[in-house]
C-alpha cells in the first residue's frame, strides 16, 4: 500500500453563492513534492485554507487524514501542532521585528517565564543557516528582499517541526537566481524527509521540482499525473488547467503602428532616502500609436523606478528629464497631472497600490476617472457607474458574482483584469504594464495579452516591464533593455532573442551612450 502523508477526501466548500470547491480528493506522499495547478480562482488557495485550518474544520464537507488518522484543524494552531505549516504568497512577517523575533514569534524561546534572547538569537541563527541565508538574527525583516524573506518563512516553518510544508506561489515575487535556490532548499527539504505541497502558475519550475501533479479545474480535481512515469510536459499540465489544447501562449497580432505618442529624453531619478545613490541614468524611450515596447532588466535595474517616476513623480527625488507627448513638453510632476495627461500606470504591486481590496469591483473600476460619473451637482451617479462596471466585467471575462462583489475575494488574475478596466476607463493614450501577468496562470495571461493586443489595437501605445523574457518576446514589437539604471539596447522584434536580451541586460554600456537610442 503506498504511504500517504495526507488524504483529502470528498472536500466541499462553498461561500455565499459560491461553490468554491466540489468533491475534491487528493493524495500526497510522504517525502515527495506533490504540485497543485490550476487557473486562478479554480480553488487551489481555497484547498489548502482548508487543510491548514484558516477554513476550520465544520465550515465545509469531506474527510482529511492526516498520517493515517482522520483529523479536524479547528484553526492553524491545530495544523501547526501536528505539523502541518503554510506559507501563503502574502507573507505574514513584521517588518519592524527581527529575523529571530519573527522566526519565534508565538512559540518563544523562554526560560523561566522570561525571553531567554541568546538561545532565541542562537537557535534562529541555526536555522538560518539550515536554508542558507547567511543574514545575522537581529537584521529587521524590513532590510530584507523577498526571495530572503521566503527563506525566513521557511526557517520559521523548520522551527515547529514541519512535516508537511505548504507554499503557495512562493517563486512569483522572486528573481531567477532566488527561484533557484528556494527550489534548490526545497529538494533539500525532500532529502530530510520532509512532504512539500506547492502551487505554482510556473509550470517549467513543477516540471523540474514535483514528483506528482493534481490539476484542479472549477472547483473539481481533473487528474493527478506522476511526472515521470506519465511523461508529464507544460503542455499537458495546460490541457488538464484549462480543458482544452492552447496551441499557442501568445495570440496572433498584427501590430498597426502610427504616430509618436510619448518621449522620455535624458531621464535621471535618485534614490527617496539615499539622495546621493542614482537609480536611473540618462535614460530616453519612445512609444508610438498601436506599438507595445517592452522594457526588459534583472531584478535592481530600475524598470519600476522608472515607470514610477515617470507616472506623475510618484518614486524617487531630483528627478530631471523631459517628457513629450506628440512632441510638445507636458507636466508630469503629478498622478493627477500625468492621468490628465493621458498617461497611464498599472503597477506591479497590485494588492497594494493598484486596488482597494475592501471595496467593491464597481468602485475600484471608476476610481481613476471620477469625473467622467459626474451627475447633478457634481456628484457620482451610482447607475452609471455600476453599469460602466459591469460592461468592463462582461467584455474582460471577469469572474465575479457581480460588481457588487468584494475586489480581494477575487483571484489574482480577475483582480488584474479589474486593474485593467479601471485604466481602460481611465480612457489614456499611453498604458504602462508594471508585470502585468505576475501571479497569474497560463490561461489567464493569454486573456490579458488579448487586451493588451486590443488596446494596441485602438490606438494606444503600450509600455511593457516583465521578469519574463518569453513573454516579452511573445508580445512586443520593440524591447528596450535596462542595466544599472540605465538603457542598452533598443531592440526590434525581428533580431530579438533571449539570449540578445540577457547580453543587453547584464552588460552596462559606456556612461552616455543610452542617451540617443531611438
Known amino acids: 500500500m503506498t504511504d500517504h502523508i495526507l488524504e483529502m477526501r470528498g472536500i466541499t466548500k462553498t461561500f ?24 486562478n480562482g479554480a480553488g487551489k488557495s481555497t484547498l489548502m485554507k482548508v487543510l491548514s485550518g484558516v477554513y476550520p474544520a465544520g465550515t465545509f464537507d469531506g474527510q482529511i487524514v492526516f498520517e493515517g488518522q482522520p483529523v479536524d484543524f479547528r484553526s492553524i494552531n491545530d495544523s501547526e501542532a501536528a505539523g502541518v505549516v503554510i506559507i501563503h504568497q502574502e507573507l505574514a512577517l513584521s517588518p519592524y521585528l527581527s529575523i ?9 524561546r523562554q526560560t523561566r517565564g522570561w525571553i531567554d534572547w541568546n538561545r532565541t538569537n542562537l537557535e534562529a541563527a541555526k536555522l538560518l543557516e539550515r536554508v542558507g541565508l547567511k543574514n545575522n538574527p537581529v537584521t529587521k525583516i524590513t ?25 503557495d506561489e512562493p517563486t512569483a515575487a522572486l528573481n531567477d537566481a532566488d527561484s533557484a535556490h528556494l527550489l534548490g532548499l526545497i529538494k533539500q527539504l525532500q532529502a530530510q524527509g520532509i512532504t512539500s505541497i506547492i502551487i505554482s502558475h510556473k509550470l517549467n519550475e513543477i516540471e523540474a521540482i514535483a514528483n506528482e501533479v493534481t490539476i484542479i479545474r472549477d472547483g473539481r480535481t481533473i487528474e493527478t499525473l506522476d511526472m515521470q512515469a506519465d511523461h508529464v510536459s507544460e503542455e499537458r499540465i495546460i490541457k488538464g488547467m484549462v480543458g482544452r489544447e492552447l496551441e499557442s501562449r501568445y495570440p496572433e497580432h498584427t501590430p498597426s503602428i502610427g504616430e509618436e505618442l510619448l518621449r522620455v529624453e535624458n531621464w535621471n531619478v535618485f534614490h527617496p532616502v539615499d539622495v546621493t545613490r542614482q537609480i536611473v ?24 523606478e522608472l515607470a514610477m517616476s515617470v507616472f506623475g513623480k510618484s518614486y524617487g527625488v531630483k528627478i530631471s528629464g523631459r517628457v513629450l507627448k506628440r512632441g510638445v513638453e507636458v507636466d508630469m510632476s503629478t498622478v493627477p497631472k500625468a492621468i490628465r495627461n493621458g498617461v497611464a500606470y498599472a503597477t506591479e504591486d497590485r494588492k497594494r497600490y493598484g486596488l482597494n481590496l475592501i471595496d467593491d469591483i464597481t468602485r475600484n473600476t471608476s476610481g481613476s476617472a471620477l469625473g467622467k460619473l459626474a451627475g447633478l451637482f457634481g456628484f457620482v451617479d451610482g447607475h452609471k457607474e455600476a453599469t460602466v462596471a459591469g460592461e468592463y466585467l462582461k467584455s474582460l471575462k471577469i469572474k465575479a458574482p457581480g460588481v457588487s462583489s468584494i475586489t480581494g475575494k477575487l483571484s489574482g488574475g480577475n483582480q488584474q483584469k479589474v486593474v485593467l478596466s479601471k485604466w481602460m476607463y481611465a480612457d489614456p493614450d499611453v498604458l504602462i504594464l508594471d508585470e502585468p501577468t505576475r501571479g497569474i496562470d497560463v490561461g489567464a495571461k493569454y486573456e490579458i495579452y488579448a487586451i493588451i493586443n486590443r488596446l494596441a489595437d485602438e490606438g494606444k501605445g503600450i509600455i511593457m516591464i516583465s521578469s519574463e523574457l518569453p513573454e516579452l518576446l511573445g508580445v512586443c514589437d520593440r524591447i528596450y533593455t535596462l542595466a544599472e539604471g540605465r538603457i542598452t539596447a533598443d531592440i526590434p522584434r525581428s533580431e530579438a532573442t533571449a539570449e540578445v536580451l540577457m547580453q543587453h541586460m547584464t552588460r552596462e554600456r559606456e556612461r552616455g551612450a543610452s542617451d540617443n537610442l531611438q
Open 100 to 108: 529571530a523575533e519573527n522566526i519565534f514569534l508565538g512559540n518563544e
Open 281 to 304: 541614468t540618462n535614460a530616453s524611450i519612445h512609444v508610438r500609436a498601436g506599438e507595445i515596447v517592452g522594457i526588459a532588466g534583472l531584478m535592481g535595474a530600475g524598470r519600476t
Open 16 to 39: 455565499p453563492g459560491v461553490k468554491a470547491l466540489q468533491d475534491v480528493s487528493l493524495g500526497v506522499k510522504r517525502g515527495h513534492v506533490h504540485a497543485i495547478c490550476g487557473e
Open 143 to 167: 532590510d530584507l528582499g523577498v526571495g530572503q524573506q521566503q527563506l525566513v518563512e521557511i526557517a520559521k516553518a523548520l522551527s515547529k517541526r514541519v512535516k508537511l510544508l505548504i507554499l
